[in-house]
DNA sequence: GACGAGTCTGCAATCGGTTGTAGTCACATG
DNA sequence: CATGTGACTACAACCGATTGCAGACTCGTC
C-alpha cells in the first residue's frame, strides 16, 4: 500500500541506505543525490514507517498519557495542552482513563509502558512504591503529584490557597471550611496543608470537614457537614465539588454568598455556567500539558545521548549542583484566583 | 531490556517459532511443549514487541479517535466508551482532538492513518469529498455522522426531537424557537430536520435562529434573537449552548421556565449541575463509543478473513440482501428526554 | 522389521527500516 | 604512472516477531 525506503530507492536509483541517510541525516550524502532522493520520496509521499524504525532505534515516537478520569473537565485540558505540544513534536498520545482506579491505574501503566518513549502520569493515585517501581522502569513525568526526584509538573498550592485564603479574609471570614479530596490524592493533601498555613498566617480558623469524591456527589454529600461546622465560607477540593456544594446548599434554602461563601478550585469552563458563578483558583492546566510533553521530550533525548556520568571523572564531587540539577526537573506553576459571584462578604 | 522471544526459546529449550505457535496458535504445539513454553514466557514476563508483531502482520493493535473538542463534555463520554471497549480487545487507543478545526481534522487523520488499523471519527467536519477520500485509504468508523456506506453509529435525532416537541407540546407551547450549530455540522442539520419533521406532525411552529458556535458563548450570543421570535420555548444545538441560553436569559431577567422553556440535547453531566436544571434529551455516548469500536473491529476481521466476494459467483443477485448487509454498518441510537427544571408551562 | 501416515518442531525468509563497515571512485601528489 | 587520500555509496546484518515449508519423530499396520 504505502510507499516503502525500497520503491524510493529504486526510483532514485540509489540504495536504500543512502534513502535512509539522505532523509535522515543529510550531511552524509552528496548534494545531488540528495535532491535526487528527496524529489523521489517526495513523488512517492514516502514517509517512513514508524513501528520499522522504532524496531531498530528502540523508539516507537509516541507517549503515553494517564489520567484519573476524562469525565472531570479538568483533564481535557490538560490532554489538550499535551496534544498541541506532542503534535508539534511529531509524537502521538495514548490517552488512557483509569476511572479513579488505582489498580487500573498500574495496570494501564504496565500495558502502555511497552508501547511508548514515556509516560505521563497525571494526578497519578498510585502509592509511593508502585510509583517508584513504574519510574524505575519507564521514562516517566508527573503531573500534579510530587514524588522524590521523578520529573514534575505541579501547581504552587500553597500559592494558591494564600490567594483564596486572603480573599476571604478580606470579605471578613474568620472559620473557614474545607472539604478534602481523595486520600490517595496528592493535591488535596497539598490543598490541605496549603490551606491549613495560610489559614495559620492570616489568623483565620481552618476546619476540615473529610475526604470526599472529586466529583459534583461528593460536593452533594458534604455540603451539610460544611454547614455544621458552622463556617462563612467554604473551599472545595475543586471546581466539581464546588458545583455540588453550590447545589446542595441551593436546595436547603442557603443562599450564596449571602449565607456562605463558596471557592473552588481548577477553574474549569463550567464555572461561569453556574449560578452564581463559582470564585475559583484557575490552573494553567494546558500549560502544564505543554510542560510536560517538553519536560519528558527532553528526558529522552539525555537518554540517548547522555550527559556525562554524574561524578563519573570526579565521584562524590559536586554534590550540590546534581541536586540543583534534578530540582531543575520540577517544575512548579502557580494558580490565579478568579474572583467571582460565589463570594461576598462574612455573614453576621 | 524487555524479555524477548529468543529468550523465552532459550529458556523453554525451543526454537522461536514454536514459542510463537505456542502463544498464538496453541492447538498446534503439543501440550507439554506448550506448557513448557507457557511457564518460561510467564516467569520472564514476556509479552510481544507489538511494533515487530505488526510489522510482519500488517496490523499495529491501535485505533485512532479523532474528535472536534475534549472541551466538550460529550465527547470524554464518548472517549471512555471507546476506551473501555477497546481495552477489552487489548488495543490501544491514540486521541486526537481537532479544536473544531476542519484542516486540522485532516491532517491529523492523515498522520494517524499511518500508525493505526482503523479510525474512528465522532462528529467530524470534514466535507463530503474528504471524507470518501478519507474512507478510500483506510478503515473508518463514523460517529454522529452519516455519509454515504460509512460504516457508523449515529443517534436517532428524529425521535429525540420528537420526543422534545412532543414534550414541549405538552406544556402548551405552541411556538418553538431551534437553535442551530455549526453550519458543517452534520447532527445540526439531522436535529434541525427532525425538528421540523416532529413539529409540523405535532402542529406546532418552528423558528429557527441561525448556525451558532457550540459553545456556552454561541448559547449567549443567540439568546437575545430567541427572545425576539417571541417563542415560549427553546431547543439548543446541544447543552452547553442550552447553558448560554440559561445565561443570557437570566441577564435579561427573564426567569426561566416561567418566561420560557429551554431544552438542549446530550445530556452532560452538568446538566444537573446548573440551575434550573437542564431538560434535555439524553445520548448514549458511552454506548456509541463501545459500538463504534466494535463495528471497527469486526471490520477489521472481515478485511483479514474476507466474506466470499459479494456477487462474486451470481454477479448482480440479491442486491436486497447485499443493501441490507451495508445497512447492518449503520448504528442507531435511541436518546432519551430527560426533564428538568428548565421546561415548564407556556407563559401566557 | 520396514514402511506409510500423521504430528509436531525447526529452519529460514520476511516485514521496513537503520547503521557499521567495506568498497568504489575521482582526484591530487610524488 | 602508481599510490595515497578523502568523500560517497552499497552491502549486509540486525531489530523482534510471524509463517510456509520441510524434516524428524512417533506410532500403527502389514
New binding site residues.
Given amino acids: 500500500m504505502?510507499?516503502?525506503?525500497?520503491d524510493v530507492a529504486r526510483l532514485a536509483?540509489?540504495?536504500?541506505?543512502?534513502v535512509?541517510?539522505a532523509?535522515?541525516v543529510p550531511d552524509?550524502?552528496?548534494a545531488?543525490?540528495r535532491a535526487k532522493v528527496q524529489s523521489a520520496a517526495a513523488s512517492l509521499g514516502?514517509a517512513?514507517?514508524k513501528a520499522?524504525?522504532g524496531?531498530?532505534?528502540g523508539r516507537t515516537g509516541n507517549i503515553g498519557l494517564v489520567l484519573p478520569d476524562l469525565a472531570n473537565p479538568f483533564f481535557p485540558s490538560v490532554v489538550k495542552g499535551v496534544q498541541s505540544r506532542a503534535r508539534a513534536a511529531d509524537v502521538a498520545v495514548f490517552v488512557a482513563d483509569t476511572d479513579e482506579n488505582d489498580l487500573a491505574e498500574i495496570n494501564l501503566v504496565r500495558a502502555l509502558a511497552k508501547q511508548v518513549d514515556g509516560l505521563i502520569l497525571c494526578s497519578p493515585r498510585a502509592n509511593a512504591d508502585e510509583l517508584k517501581r513504574i519510574a524505575a522502569e519507564t521514562t516517566v513525568v508527573l503531573v500534579n503529584r510530587l514524588f522524590d526526584d521523578i520529573p514534575a509538573v505541579v501547581f504552587d498550592h500553597q500559592d494558591g490557597m494564600r490567594q483564596a485564603v486572603a480573599h476571604l479574609v478580606a470579605l471578613g471570614h474568620q472559620r473557614i471550611a474545607w472539604v478534602g479530596g481523595p486520600v490517595s490524592s496528592w493535591s488535596s493533601e497539598q490543598r490541605g496543608s496549603g490551606l491549613a498555613a495560610a489559614a495559620a498566617s492570616q489568623g483565620v480558623e481552618l476546619v476540615q470537614v473529610g475526604h470526599f469524591p472529586p466529583y459534583y456527589d461528593g460536593g452533594m454529600a458534604a455540603a451539610d457537614q460544611v454547614v455544621a461546622t458552622g463556617a462563612t465560607a467554604v473551599i472545595a477540593y475543586n471546581d466539581l465539588v464546588a458545583f455540588g456544594l453550590l447545589g446542595r446548599l441551593h436546595l436547603r434554602g442557603l443562599s450564596v454568598p449571602a449565607d456562605i461563601s463558596v471557592v473552588g478550585i481548577d477553574d474549569i469552563e463550567a464555572a461561569t455556567m453556574v449560578r452564581p458563578t463559582l470564585t475559583t483558583v484557575r490552573l494553567p492546566k494546558q500549560q502544564a500539558g505543554r510542560l510536560a510533553v517538553e519536560l519528558l521530550l527532553s528526558l529522552l533525548d539525555e537518554a540517548v545521548a547522555p550527559t556525562p556520568e554524574p561524578g563519573g571523572d570526579s565521584p562524590g564531587s559536586q554534590p550540590d549542583r546534581a541536586r540543583a540539577e534534578a530540582k531543575t526537573n520540577h517544575r512548579s506553576l502557580t494558580g490565579e484566583l478568579m474572583v467571582r459571584d460565589s463570594t461576598g462578604v462574612a455573614a453576621r
Fill in positions: 504505502a510507499a516503502t525506503i525500497r536509483g540509489v540504495s536504500t541506505s543512502t535512509s541517510r532523509l535522515s552524509l550524502v552528496n545531488t543525490t514516502y517512513p514507517n520499522a524504525r524496531l531498530i532505534t
